[in-house]
């Protein structure tokens, strides 16, 4: 099992910026892959970042990034905007197993 714990979220204004943090514990060892889904108010959750795919919404503006050492990945958002206003996921694959963290609030201020 795979624990996956979110954090960074919180409330900014249109332009500003955010970092959010994702760290694994449990059984982090071969952990093959990990990234960020969101999911916005009456909307389908959607793919915003892995190791080789951004969202065409996000392109030049958000950053991933891992740190191996630490079991966490990192998403560095800049320039948001309003409709970048989601719930943001963590999600992380070992063993053809998907895992997900409880999700944390994004919301921009226009």
């Known amino acids: 099992q795979v624990q996956l714990v979110e954090s960074g979220g919180g409330l900014v204004q249109a332009g500003g910026s955010l970092r959010l943090s994702c760290t694994a514990s449990g059984s982090v060892r071969s952990i093959n892959a990990m990234g960020w889904y969101r999911q916005a108010p009456g909307k389908q959750r959607e793919l915003v970042a892995s190791d080789t795919y951004y969202a065409n919404s996000v392109k030049g503006r958000f950053t991933i990034s891992r740190d191996n050492a630490k079991n966490t990945v990192y998403l560095q958002m800049n320039s948001l905007k309003p409709e970048d206003t989601a719930v943001y996921y963590c999600?992380?694959?070992?063993?053809?197993?998907?895992?997900w963290g409880q999700g944390t609030q994004v919301t921009v201020s226009s």
């Open positions: 999600y992380a694959w070992r063993s053809g197993a998907q895992y």
